[in-house]
């Protein structure tokens, strides 16, 4: 079955506990991207990945880390996690768009974190 | 830069009476539009897209949308809305030549009362 899978979907932490969120994907995307769900604030884009060792910031970028060592994978790094950081983070993965792709994402059930 | 804008936080509707769900938007040049809709506890799903041709455009479980030109508008549509169909909407674009960049909306969510 195609997916795109998260782990863990549920964390409570304390601040400055380094922490990793996994996203795996077997579909042989070549695009991979984080977001945050806040409410009012709709999915605002942490990091994506374009492919294999190419990763570039989003609009949120700050206090998170990225790294794309493999095709499937794309951990989210949370060095020094805060409050400011407790949300719903979302991964998603998709085709490069191009020719008759058009680059529709599919998404992970999402990790709820929270940080004490 | 591309943006879109979800005016409504909340949509009610009745069970089996129309609904629709607003999204306009703002690209620089042509737009690549989508929906998706998350239920509870879930990840967000593909609904539907535009791309080119037909400005109706039909999806998933029975949704439509317009895409209009003029009105930078795409909205949501459903003839007969089910109860099973509350959840938080999401609409996204992005630029034909944007990659993968899709910029979302800040959704609505949809109830639908018995």
């Known amino acids: 079955e195609a997916q795109v899978t998260q782990n863990p979907r549920y964390l409570i932490t304390v601040t400055g506990k380094k922490l990793t969120v996994t996203c795996s994907q077997n579909?042989?995307?070549?695009?991979m991207s984080w977001y945050r769900q806040d409410p009012g604030l709709g999915l605002r884009q942490i990091y994506y990945s374009m492919n294999v060792e190419v990763t570039d910031k989003g609009d949120v970028p700050e206090g998170y880390k990225v790294s794309r060592k493999e095709k499937r994978n794309f951990p989210l790094i949370l060095e020094s996690p805060s409050p400011n950081q407790t949300s719903l983070y979302f991964c998603a993965s998709s085709l490069r768009s191009g020719g008759t792709n058009t680059g529709e994402l599919f998404f992970g059930e999402g990790s709820r974190l929270t940080v004490l | 830069a591309q943006s879109v804008a979800q005016p409504e936080d909340q949509v009610n509707v009745a069970e089996g009476n129309p609904l629709t769900v607003k999204c306009t938007y703002s690209?620089?040049?042509?737009?690549?539009l989508f929906w998706y809709v998350q239920y509870p506890n879930r990840g967000l799903q593909f609904l539907l897209k535009y791309i080119t041709g037909d400005n109706l455009v039909k999806g998933s479980y029975g949704f439509e949308a317009e895409f209009n030109k003029s009105q930078t508008s795409f909205h949501l549509k459903k003839p007969s809305a089910l109860v099973s169909d509350s959840a938080l909407y999401f609409c996204?674009?992005?630029?034909?030549?944007?990659?993968?960049?899709?910029?979302f909306g800040g959704g609505t969510r949809l109830m639908v009362k018995p």
């Open positions: 996204a674009v992005r630029e034909t030549n944007a990659g993968n960049m899709l910029t």
């Open positions: 579909m042989n995307h070549e695009y």
């Open positions: 690209v620089s040049g042509n737009p690549y």
